[in-house]
Nanobody, 119 residues
Framework: QVQLVESGGGLVQPGGSLRLTCAAS????????IGWYRRAPGKGRELVAS???????NYAGSVKGRFTISRDNDKNTVYLQMNSLKPEDTAVYYC?????????????WGQGTQVTVSS
């Protein structure tokens, strides 16, 4: 079982920055993908960025060049550094862990953290 806890959301002005943190506890296999998703009001869930156990990263086109995903293995933590924030980045951001094992694949979600970009 894996538990994910997000933090770091809040209210920020356009052009500002925030860093989201996803702290993982429990047993994670050596093969996984951690992703940050978001859901804006009235819209579907969108993959923002992801990082694999092999350090491959992927970004949505709308955030490329502004957001950076990284991880600290010693702390079992993944970060999403968000710069040059725009009002359209306003959403609830969720951390997801997709874990690959010999016995099957498992999907875990955090509770979400609100990010509001407004003047």
């Amino acid at each position: 079982q894996v538990q994910l806890v997000e933090s770091g959301g809040g209210l920020v002005q356009p052009g500002g920055s925030l860093r989201l943190t996803c702290a993982a506890s429990g047993s994670i296999s050596s093969d996984y993908r951690i992703g940050w998703y978001r859901r804006a009001p009235g819209k579907g869930r969108e993959l923002v960025a992801s990082i694999t156990s092999g350090d491959n990263t992927n970004y949505a086109g709308s955030v490329k060049g502004r957001f950076t995903i990284s991880r600290d293995n010693d702390k079992n933590t993944v970060y999403l550094q968000m710069n040059s924030l725009k009002p359209e980045d306003t959403a609830v951001y969720y951390c997801n862990a997709f874990v690959f094992t010999l016995f099957g694949n498992y999907d875990y979600w955090g509770q979400g953290t609100q990010v509001t970009v407004s003047s």
